[in-house]
């Protein structure tokens, strides 16, 4: 349905910078009608009240950044944080600021519907990050993993520097300094460890590692937080299977025997990963892209995984704190192409009851049946498809 419309806007972008501006006012140019389509169709009384739906212009390959964004401005308590950054004391220019300026300008908009550059957020980062700093097709998932964490340590970054801030005024005010810096540093190295960011408290999950040795039955575990979880994928196959296979037990055996504390000595033993703490926001990365030795390079997964509407997470563990957490699909980054550097992305998301799909500039209103499509296909790994890559499930609670 997309995929020719991605190639040549694939190829389009990957010629120089002036073939990029052109094919940005070409884009331009259909923007306004399209907008208009989008409302009509939406209707006036069924029209969310405050929301608006804009595309992105795509810089040159920028689709892997439009898709995310899209993505996370629709995950709504990150959107939230995001908007209430701005009205906080300026601060010198960063991503994150760059990103509140960009949300901002979305919803602070008159029109509902239409076109916004992200400019000042891409030129940033590509000033930020190298890896950015070009015109050819990024990965998705490598941009939401930078994006999250840049923005964690920023407000890590801040929060150190307002407990310096408000150290140095203790000190300039005498009286019992020397019990209060010595209580703060403490807090202060705890702080180092467990800080947690509203980035944490809406993304942050915990897994946790349980090996069990087969000679004493002796259980040890080791805890281990992530921002998202990537899973192997299978042909024909669910999100629900993918996530069992995830934490699948397996035998430490021969040369990978593990080391008992208890036995002091290696033993066979089994180990697992399973949930210990579900996340506001669970974001589940399909792990489409595999390297082939026969073809010395990597290639797409187009598998059919299926992925519902609806999920509960089945593997969680004994001690985990909300094991019936249930979730919604809120948002998919979709992938559309045959490999991880050529193809496009775009977005598939659910706001006030319907689904948009958003192809950069491109807005549309689709079934929530047509979701279907992005599954993958039942047959050829190396075929070009749209298939689902990045999924983002909202916890009800």
Known sequence: MFYLQCVLRGLASRFTPVCVCVCVCVCGLSSGANASALEKEIGPEQFPVNEHYFGLVNFGNTCYCNSVLQALYFCRPFREKVLAYKVQPRRKE?????LSDLFNSIATQKKKVGVIPPKKFISRLRKENELFDNYMQQDAHEFLNYLLNTIADLLQEEEKSQERQQNGKLLQNGGGVGGSSGTGGGQGEEGEKTQQTWVHEIFQGTLTNETRCLNCEAVSSKDEDFLDLSVDVEQNTSITHCLRGFSNTETLCSEYKYYCEQCRSKQEAQKRMRVKKLPMILALHLKRFKYMDQ????????????????????????????PDRMYDLV???VHCGSGPNRGHYITIVKSHGFWLLFDDDIVEKIDAQAIEEFYGLTSDISKNSESGYILFYQSRD
């Open 94 to 98: 960063s991503l994150l600021t760059c």
């Open 331 to 333: 948002a998919v980054v």
């Open 295 to 322: 073809l010395q390079r990597y290639t797409k997964l187009s598998y059919r995984v299926v992925f519902p509407l609806e999920l509960r997470l089945f593997n969680t563990s004994g001690d985990a704190t909300n």
